[in-house]
Structure formats: structure tokens, C-alpha cells
T-cell receptor, first 114, second 117 residues
Framework: NAGVTQTPKFQVLKTGQSMTLQCAQD?????MSWYRQDPGMGLRLIHY???????DQGEVPNGYNVSRSTTEDFPLRLLSAAPSQTSVYFC?????????????FGPGTRLTVL | AQKVTQAQTEISVVEKEDVTLDCVYE???????LFWYKQPPSGELVFLIR??????QNEISGRYSWNFQKSTSSFNFTITASQVVDSAVYFC??????????????FGQGTILTVHP
């Protein structure tokens, strides 16, 4: 089991560029989520999904899109990158449908927007 | 809405001291789940414990113990005889079973623990 994998590990973008952060899990988990971590603010939920074809917004969804076409993959798209999106992004999955159990986190993607 | 507050931004102790990390939460739901995660300097997030709102028993795991008190909405974490390897950022988190917080895990701001040799 690879667990939760994220690519890339590091990324530098220019303002206005778009990109997709990849997240995959091989544990057949229904629940997947994306968080951003900023100094002094903990982790904040961006979007989450309770199964293939179902997504919903978290606390800070603006500027990000997600889709869930398969159980395994949950990509996060930045439509037009802004410096305020400089952060560390974590993807997570959980074995129950709504995240009540332990969430398994990926290693993170460090994104810098210039 | 739900909220988690970790009032201690940073704590510094000397090895072998006991240390308690505070966590206070807010939720309108009667069914909810509380978590503690550890983030060592390497950056990954490590699950430590999960507790549901109907189980107020304290838990001990080696040098770690957790005190859950619904009356004060607190879920505090104590490390006994701290070690340098305990140096990390510790996060408390909450997910509620209903309402607008359904499916949404809320984290506290985190407490940076530094254990000096």
C-alpha cells in the first residue's frame, strides 16, 4: 500500500498560471479532502468528497476546483494562481464516508506563487 | 459552526518535564469526534488519537494521555517525561456529525512544542 500520494512535492508558479495538484489513494477510501496549511492558522479545509462524483466546499474554497471521477483520485485545480495561494497543501483520505475516522494524510505539496 | 482553539502558540520545556497541550472546542452538535495529530519537523501529519463525544473516558498510551471533559469543552493532551523526539507541532481537530459542519474537519491553530535536551 502506498497510502496517500501527492504530486508534485514542490511547485513554483507565476501569478495567473493554472495548475493541478494530484492526489491518489490506494486504500479504497470513500472520503477524501484537501487542506492548506499556513503559519499560525492550522490546516483549513478547501474541498472534500464523500465518494466518486460527489464534492463539496470546505472553509476556503475560493480559487480552487475539484472533481472526483474515481474513488482513487482527487485532483485540486488552481484556476488562476495568486500569491495568497502560497501554502503547503495536504490531501487526506478516511475509511468512512464522512471523515469521522482517522484521516490519512499525504506528504504535502509546497506551492509558491510569485 | 464549529471551532477549535489551541491557546498555546508555543511551549518550550526541558527533557523529562511533563507538558500539557490545551484544546477547547465549540460545536452545537451532540455527536462529534475529536482528534489529535502530530506534525514533526519532517512535515508529515501523524494521527495520535480519536475520541467520540459519548466516550468521556480518559486514555493513556505510554507517555501520552488525554483528558476529555465535555463540561468544559476541552480535550487536553499531556506528555509525561517529555523527550526531544516529542518536538513537533500538535494539532487538535473536531468533526461534527450534523448540520452545516457535516463532513468538515476543523483544526486548531496548532501548538509548537520544543523539548530541549
Amino acid at each position: 500500500n502506498a497510502g496517500v500520494t501527492q504530486t508534485p512535492k514542490f511547485q513554483v508558479l507565476k501569478t495567473g498560471q493554472s495548475m493541478t495538484l494530484q492526489c491518489a489513494q490506494d486504500m479504497n477510501h470513500e472520503y477524501m479532502s484537501w487542506y492548506r496549511q499556513d503559519p499560525g492558522m492550522g490546516l483549513r479545509l478547501i474541498h472534500y468528497s464523500v465518494g466518486a462524483g460527489i464534492t463539496d466546499q470546505g472553509e476556503v474554497p475560493n480559487g480552487y476546483n475539484v472533481s472526483r471521477s474515481t474513488t482513487e483520485d482527487f485532483p485540486l485545480r488552481l484556476l488562476s494562481a495568486a500569491p495568497s495561494q502560497t501554502s503547503v497543501y495536504f490531501c487526506a483520505s478516511s475509511p468512512d464516508r464522512v471523515g469521522y475516522n482517522e484521516q490519512f494524510f499525504g506528504p504535502g505539496t509546497r506551492l509558491t506563487v510569485l | 459552526a464549529q471551532k477549535v482553539t489551541q491557546a498555546q502558540t508555543e511551549i518550550s520545556v526541558v527533557e523529562k518535564e511533563d507538558v500539557t497541550l490545551d484544546c477547547v472546542y465549540e460545536t452545537r452538535d451532540t455527536t462529534y469526534y475529536l482528534f489529535w495529530y502530530k506534525q514533526p519537523p519532517s512535515g508529515e501529519l501523524v494521527f495520535l488519537i480519536r475520541r467520540n463525544s459519548f466516550d468521556e473516558q480518559n486514555e493513556i498510551s505510554g507517555r501520552y494521555s488525554w483528558n476529555f471533559q465535555k463540561s468544559t469543552s476541552s480535550f487536553n493532551f499531556t506528555i509525561t517525561a517529555s523527550q526531544v523526539v516529542d518536538s513537533a507541532v500538535y494539532f487538535c481537530a473536531l468533526i461534527s456529525a450534523g448540520g452545516t459542519s457535516y463532513g468538515k474537519l476543523t483544526f486548531g491553530q496548532g501548538t509548537i512544542l520544543t523539548v530541549h535536551p
